[in-house]
């Protein structure tokens, strides 16, 4: 669920200067799929053993109207009192950069998150359904988070839709806290995945990753990597492993 709560930044005006154009991966890429993760990053900063940042910054690329686009026009953010929304900015331009949409917090409809599973919750979402009037169109996300639920650190996904080529897709965290962090990969054969790691510092890139299609009768696949803290609050409570 938190890495849904963790969505999305500031874009440059057009998309020749995002991509390289002469790279045949992505032209094809461009051409052929109905979403693209142009760029995708994700930087954490943990403060504390209680306290940590999120931001991310997300370029996606829409070619067409199709079940995929549906899902991704829906802007849906949760939050509570232990996960803040400090920012949220998102930029709708068509190929060229021209602005066809800007939407910032206050844009958002606040709603409650309840749902008729749920006899209490304080849990809240910020919400915006965008419909397009034409394609294709680049949504361009910013989200920025702050948390005292360390015990739930995002993971790195690698796939968060299905059917969506990645052209580049990072994930950085500093840990400036006392605590230790553990991290394990999970069903990560055959991603190419480049990785430095450093006392503080851990750092995931992958770039050209083929869209995920889920075959019928298959064995279900998550490539992940996912972290943990040695020390960590979780809904006020400290604890360590």
Same mark, same amino acid.
């Given at each position: 669920?938190?890495?849904?709560?963790?969505?999305?930044?500031?874009?440059?005006?057009?998309?020749?200067?995002?991509?390289?154009?002469?790279?045949?991966?992505?032209?094809?890429?461009?051409?052929?799929?109905?979403?693209?993760?142009?760029?995708?990053?994700?930087?954490?900063?943990?403060?504390?053993?209680?306290?940590?940042?999120?931001?991310?910054? @997300?370029?996606?690329?829409?070619?067409?109207?199709?079940?995929?686009?549906?899902?991704?026009?829906?802007?849906?953010?949760? /939050?509570?009192?232990?996960?803040?929304?400090?920012?949220?900015?998102?930029?709708? *331009? #068509?190929?060229?950069?021209?602005?066809?949409?800007?939407?910032?917090?206050? #844009?958002?409809?606040?709603?409650?998150?309840?749902?008729?599973? *749920?006899?209490?919750?304080?849990?809240?979402?910020?919400? /915006?359904?965008?419909?397009? *009037?034409?394609?294709?169109?680049?949504?361009?996300?910013? @989200?920025?988070?702050?948390?005292?639920?360390?015990?739930?650190?995002?993971?790195?996904?690698?796939?968060?839709?299905?059917?969506?080529?990645?052209?580049?897709?990072?994930?950085? @965290?500093?840990?400036?806290? #006392?605590?230790? @962090?553990?991290?394990?990969?999970?069903?990560?054969?055959?991603?190419?995945?480049?990785?430095?790691?450093?006392?503080?510092?851990?750092?995931?890139?992958?770039?050209?990753?083929?869209?995920?299609?889920?075959?019928?009768?298959?064995?279900?696949?998550?490539?992940?990597? *996912?972290?943990?803290?040695?020390?960590?609050?979780? /809904?006020?409570?400290?604890?360590?492993?």
């Amino acid at each position: 669920m938190y890495r849904i709560l963790f969505l999305f930044l500031l874009f440059t005006t057009k998309i020749i200067a995002q991509i390289d154009t002469n790279n045949l991966d992505h032209n094809l890429a461009l051409k052929n799929y109905n979403i693209v993760t142009i760029k995708d990053s994700t930087s954490i900063e943990i403060a504390k053993f209680d306290k940590f940042y999120f931001k991310n910054n @997300i370029s996606t690329l829409v070619n067409k109207n199709c079940e995929e686009a549906n899902q991704i026009n829906f802007f849906f953010f949760f /939050y509570n009192k232990e996960l803040k929304v400090n920012n949220i900015l998102i930029t709708i *331009t #068509d190929l060229h950069g021209k602005v066809i949409k800007k939407l910032k917090m206050g #844009d958002f409809e606040d709603i409650s998150a309840f749902t008729s599973f *749920t006899i209490y919750t304080d849990q809240r979402a910020k919400f /915006y359904r965008y419909i397009p *009037t034409e394609f294709p169109y680049i949504i361009n996300y910013s @989200i920025e988070y702050s948390s005292n639920m360390s015990a739930f650190i995002p993971n790195f996904d690698v796939y968060e839709t299905d059917n969506t080529y990645i052209i580049n897709r990072k994930f950085h @965290i500093i840990n400036k806290s #006392d605590a230790k @962090i553990r991290y394990r990969k999970i069903d990560l054969d055959g991603i190419d995945l480049k990785e430095v790691i450093s006392q503080n510092e851990y750092y995931f890139e992958m770039n050209n990753i083929q869209p995920k299609v889920q075959e019928e009768y298959s064995i279900y696949s998550d490539p992940k990597i *996912t972290f943990s803290l040695d020390h960590f609050s979780i /809904y006020g409570v400290e604890g360590t492993f």
